[in-house]
């Protein structure tokens, strides 16, 4: 058990199983499983209900059982009511997945329930699976907080039952397609199988009559075997069959048994369940059937649930005496996975992933990967600065394991399927922004804490802290009205960062000195009026932007004085040029190159100076008018949360080829020129000094509804690029996938929406390759977003959604957020976009991805007193590690695991066969940190659940034999070197002593 589990539960008074007798030692996981009857046709009923962490109703909502009139759920009773009926009769089982209302649900317990409840999970009959704190999205989810969350997840079942409890199955029933990358870090958690419930329709119709509804999903050609996943698709989603709903919100009849009353039906019950297993026997390949019977928020009242299903176990097993071949019983997920396996058959594979999703005709799930981007972005920051949270709570010696957790549990909570993915209520939205906002303060306190300790030379007091969280609208109260102020930076990378900060400020006269107290140069440039306009930052005093370069050093810090220039004659004030109807103009910081085209003024071509690749690169603003449907047939299919379904497949152009607005903007740090598509949609194109690639700062919105029309807004970047519709996206942040326009892998997709349909996850790039040259076009993302390239050379990126229709997949009310104003919400982000060879390419874009994923944390002070009294009274600059990590190596996750240990997950960013930095990589932990020496390395498998040593995962016979080689790595037990092989995660849990000089 780790101190960091251990100390939340104490902190809410929970009694955890430290203090809980285990009695005899019992058996648990596949050796408890019932295997069924041989010979016979065994149907598992796994008895289970599916929770959303959030969605019509807040977390809070669904676990008390509030606000019956949006949904009748209340979770606490379904646990209450489960366990007691479990009580009754030691057949029955049940599974449960969602921890982040189990854990609730745990500290409410008196000693004997819990007592019960470990009885129960020692004996098999209740069974956690998956495990994680909710069910995540797997198409807007980034592969960090995927692994965070489950970590969460597992560490507190672990904690509190011990082994038995370590899930072995993945089931993500709900989530709307399925990520190859996923299904990988599944892999390496060490689960033996994968479930779930939604594929492309015409895909499952393609995989029933070959029986391919289950296959080995070989998730990741970098890792090999231990990335296959045997996955299975349910063939009735996750719901009971037709006419077997026994819960109090259905409506189907109940299994009447007594012939002395009119309404006995158990024949006509029997004959139709029968019939529904022999319908789904035909589709898979053993004598073992899976049939889940329960379904969202199901089982308040288990007695009906159990009280028909015994029934349904008695009258059908009662006619193998007359020759029936058909046996049910109680199981679980992973019972019925070990069953199949013991069948030793032999498995398709599949090596693609199970994007886009589409349930029927003109209805492609694709909406989602934009739906809510401000909460996407928000999402993505607060997972950025939990990395750096755990950092300095490990650095600082806090222990803060409260305040940890408050981030864990906001930020884990957020990646559930009906949260960052964009398709919940508004008011869940709010509540689940609340909930970051209130994790964000919480570990802004440990920064305070740490900073505190760290960065003093001596007795004086470190002054507290102030963030600005919103800066990406230019608004900073501290830089407003401080006339000087102190700007520290942390910077949670392995590697030295440098990178330029733009600071709002209310005069355009000042000086910046570094953490050596030399000056740096600067530029002032005012705030453009797209950003003046938005209405969540009107307390704002700001008119100018203060901008720099800075440099941090690895895992470290950097403190940057900024004082007001008094010098009246400042020379960093930049000028701005509004460019005149016919006068063409360029962007060229001796790197890249930007030209703009004289009669429309917009972008026209694109240069790396360096390679001397050109291409033109047009660059326009979009929309498509969203679908206005009511849903009454796939062909009346409406456009909003969940499904992207344009009225016409030709978007049509914002600025409508009028000559855009320009003003361009020179100066010792940027070149930059805004520009104006409509009152309504501008961007910033910059080219920052020594800096290679471009930054577009895109501005949406208020999306004008005036017309009655919703909008789906788009960015398009049309190249000279011939990639002749092939593109490439990533899953999750990691692997990348190629994706082909109208064509789906593994069978003849039905195109019956080109655009929607042509619609991929993209959560941090996507690029594009020249088919007869050396070149690559990539764009790289602040946020997941969807898109396509439905023409060769084209990529375009979905930025915004505003639509009046709802799309009838249960939420009930149109995608159309508002502002503070009340008008229609602005959203701000960025794209990097970057030229050159391919192999140059690569490198760029899996650096860069980590880099604007993990930005340093910014904070500020009062300067009281003279850069250099401050420099002699505190540390300016500091590092935790003695030498930078390799360029091709990520420190993943560095947190606190107990008392002188640690949890560390070192990454390899890079796959095979993507150039020099492929190659295997070896990293010394033994005096990597500088305040501490690492004395002993202990292996874990990624979720730090279970030693790897202990992992054994069950095998599969698969059809074509075909296996990706196995990554070549060293696992010394006896070293304390850690060699990383392309695309591996390695988890340690670290023993380690201090240093006695930290600081």
């Given at each position: ?176 397609g399925h990520s190859k990358e996923m299904a990988s870090l599944f892999a390496q958690m060490g689960f033996d199988g994968l479930f779930f419930g939604r594929a492309d329709y015409e895909d ?42 026994f819960d109090e919100l259905c409506t189907d009849d109940p299994i009447m048994d007594d012939k002395r009353l009119q309404e006995y039906n158990v024949d006509e019950k029997i004959s139709a ?727």
């Amino acid at each position: 058990m780790s101190v960091f589990s251990a100390s939340i539960y104490l902190f809410f008074l929970v009694v955890t199983t430290s203090s809980l007798p285990r009695g005899k030692q019992l058996k648990c996981g596949y050796e408890n499983c019932n295997l069924g009857k041989a010979e016979m046709v065994n149907v598992h009923l796994v008895a289970h209900t599916h929770d959303d962490v959030g969605w019509l109703k807040t977390v809070d909502q669904y676990y008390y059982g509030a606000k019956k009139r949006i949904q009748n759920a209340g979770v606490q009773y379904i646990l209450d009511s489960v366990i007691k009926e479990l009580l009754e009769d030691p057949n029955r089982r049940f599974i449960y997945v969602e921890i982040a209302f189990f854990w609730r649900w745990w500290h409410e317990q008196t000693d004997s329930m819990k007592h019960v409840v470990q009885r129960l999970v020692d004996e098999g009959r209740l069974e956690f699976i998956l495990g994680g704190w909710c069910m995540n999205d797997e198409a807007t989810t980034h592969y960090s907080a995927i692994i965070d969350q489950h970590t969460l997840g597992f560490d507190v079942l672990s904690s509190i039952f011990g082994e038995c409890a370590r899930p072995k199955v993945a089931w993500q029933i709900d989530p709307f397609g399925h990520s190859k990358e996923m299904a990988s870090l599944f892999a390496q958690m060490g689960f033996d199988g994968l479930f779930f419930g939604r594929a492309d329709y015409e895909d499952i119709l393609n995989r029933i009559g070959p029986k391919e509804l289950e296959m080995v999903w070989k998730a990741n050609q970098n890792l090999g075997a231990s990335s296959d996943l045997f996955t299975g698709i349910l063939l009735n989603g996750y719901n009971p069959p037709p006419g077997f709903c026994f819960d109090e919100l259905c409506t189907d009849d109940p299994i009447m048994d007594d012939k002395r009353l009119q309404e006995y039906n158990v024949d006509e019950k029997i004959s139709a369940f029968l019939a529904w297993v022999e319908l789904k026997s035909f589709t898979l390949k053993t004598k073992h059937l899976l049939l889940t019977m329960g379904s969202d928020f199901q089982y308040s009242n288990a007695n009906a649930w159990f009280k028909n299903l015994d029934k349904l176990i008695y009258h059908i097993n009662k006619k193998q005496a007359n020759g029936s071949n058909v046996n049910l019983l109680y199981s679980t997920p992973s019972c019925y996975l070990y069953s199949i396996n013991k069948a030793n058959i032999t498995w398709p594979t599949k090596k693609d992933d199970f994007f886009p999703y589409a349930d029927r005709p003109h209805s492609y799930w694709t909406g989602y990967f934009t739906s809510r981007p401000s909460l996407k972005q928000y999402v993505r920051v607060s997972s950025s600065f939990f990395q750096t949270c755990r950092h300095l709570d490990v650095f600082g010696d806090l222990q803060n394991h409260i305040q940890i957790f408050k981030m864990w549990d906001a930020l884990s909570t957020a990646q559930h399927h009906d949260a960052v993915s964009g398709t919940e209520k508004q008011l869940v939205a709010y509540d689940y922004a609340l909930r970051l906002s209130a994790g964000t303060d919480a570990c802004q306190s440990i920064l305070n804490a740490a900073y505190k300790k760290m960065i003093p030379k001596t007795e004086t007091a470190f002054p507290d802290q102030i963030f600005c969280n919103l800066l990406n609208i230019s608004y900073c109260q501290a830089t407003e009205t401080m006339k000087q102020f102190t700007l520290t930076l942390y910077n949670p990378l392995g590697q030295d960062v440098a990178d330029y900060i733009r600071l709002p400020v209310s005069s355009n006269k000042f000086v910046v000195y570094g953490p050596n107290l030399k000056p740096i140069p600067i530029q002032i440039v005012s705030i453009d009026a797209a950003t003046q306009r938005i209405p969540e930052r009107e307390e704002s005093i700001a008119n100018y932007e203060l901008i720099f370069e800075y440099k941090i050093p690895a895992l470290g810090f950097a403190t940057f004085f900024v004082k007001t220039d008094k010098n009246e004659n400042n020379k960093a004030s930049s000028k701005e040029i509004l460019i005149k109807k016919g006068e063409a103009f360029e962007l060229n910081n001796g790197l890249v190159s930007i030209s703009f085209d004289g009669v429309t003024g917009a972008m026209k071509k694109f240069g790396n100076l360096q390679s001397n690749i050109f291409t033109n690169l047009k660059q326009d603003y979009l929309y498509y008018i969203g679908y206005p449907g009511h849903n009454r047939s796939p062909a009346d299919q409406a456009s909003n949360n969940y499904i992207f379904r344009p009225w016409n497949n030709t978007p049509i152009s914002i600025s409508n080829g009028r000559n855009l607005q320009s003003v361009l903007i020179k100066g010792n740090c940027v070149q930059e020129v805004r520009q104006v598509f409509s009152p309504w949609v501008t961007q910033s194109v910059r080219l920052y000094k020594g800096q290679n690639y471009a930054e577009i700062e895109w501005t949406v919105g208020s999306i004008p509804i005036d017309d009655k029309k919703g909008k789906e807004i788009i960015v398009r970047y049309d190249s000279g690029v011939n990639n002749n519709y092939t593109f490439y996206t990533d899953a999750n942040g990691r692997q990348m996938l190629e994706r082909r326009i109208n064509s789906r892998p593994t069978w003849p997709i039905t195109m019956d929406e080109p655009v929607a349909g042509n619609y991929f996850p993209i959560n941090t790039k996507m690029f594009i390759k020249d088919l007869n040259k050396d070149m690559q076009l990539t764009v790289l993302t602040d946020r997941s977003q969807g898109g396509s390239s439905l023409k060769p050379g084209q990529m375009e990126f979905m930025l915004h959604r505003r639509l009046l229709y709802d799309d009838d997949r249960g939420v009930g009310e149109a995608l159309n957020e508002l502002g503070v104003d009340g008008h229609g919400l602005i959203v701000r982000g960025k794209h990097y976009i970057y030229l050159d060879k391919v192999q140059t390419s690569t490198e760029f874009h899996r650096q860069q991805a980590i880099e604007i994923f993990l930005k340093p944390t910014l904070s500020f002070s009062q300067l009281n007193m003279h850069p250099q009294n401050w420099s002699s009274t505190f540390h300016t600059q500091w590092s935790a590690i003695q030498s930078p990590l390799p360029a091709n190596v990520n420190l993943l996750t560095l947190q606190q695991w107990g008392r002188h240990k640690l949890l560390i997950r070192l990454e390899h960013i890079f796959e095979k066969n993507e150039g020099p930095l492929s190659k295997p990589v070896t990293v010394s932990l033994k005096t990597l940190f500088i305040p501490y020496n690492v004395t002993l390395l202990e292996e874990m498998v990624l979720g730090a659940n279970l030693k790897l040593s202990d992992l054994h995962r069950l095998k599969w016979k698969m059809k074509d034999n075909f296996a990706f080689p196995d990554a070549v790595t060293v696992k010394s037990h006896d070293s304390l070197d850690v060699t990383l092989s392309p695309m591996e995660i390695r988890t340690f849990i670290v023993t380690f002593t201090k240093r006695k000089e930290q600081f």
